[in-house]
């Protein structure tokens, strides 16, 4: 039975930690300025995300990590409106094959992206500026995520 549900499950909840495979949860958090950190890992695939200002499906921000190969500690910001476009690309500190710290934040139009608390993008966004929900994403593989935090800014 465990075979068959590890082959169907998208999403499951191993010892605190929420894995995803090839899919994306999305939480019913709005907000416009606010700070969304995890702790990831990377298991297998392209992509680990975080999405915030998702006002729709095809209008939202994300920010991204790609480990291994050639995009070894590769990070990013993009924009969906309505394609993807990466705002900025930019390389991590260090390469990371277990769990660090990934940590967005949006400030009006300003995006800034960390890892393990040292900056790794930042750039200034007008496009996308209303308030939205927020996710958790693994394109094309499995990612883990753990200590999924949000501190909302709206109004400081």
């Known amino acids: 039975l465990d075979e068959i549900l590890s082959k169907v499950c998208k ?3 191993v010892d605190g930690c929420l894995h995803l495979d090839d899919t994306w949860i999305q939480f019913n958090v709005v907000a416009r300025n606010l700070v969304l950190r995890a702790d990831v890992r990377k298991g297998s695939g392209k992509i680990l995300g975080l999405g915030w200002r998702e006002v729709s499906m095809d209008k939202k921000l994300s920010a991204w990590f790609i480990g291994g190969g050639m995009q070894m500690g590769a990070f990013g910001l993009g924009i969906s409106n309505p394609e993807f476009r990466d705002i ?3 390389k991590g500190p260090k390469n990371h094959t277990g769990f660090f ?3 967005a934040i949006a400030d009006n139009e300003i995006l800034t992206l960390k890892s393990d608390g040292e900056v790794v993008a930042t750039a200034a966004n007008q496009e996308i500026l209303e308030s939205g929900k927020i996710s958790v994403k693994a394109l094309q593989g499995v990612s883990l995520f753990k200590n999924i935090k949000v501190k909302i800014l709206d109004g400081k």
């Open 11 to 13: 999403v499951k909840i």
């Open 88 to 90: 900025i690309r930019g």
């Open 101 to 103: 710290q990934l940590e």
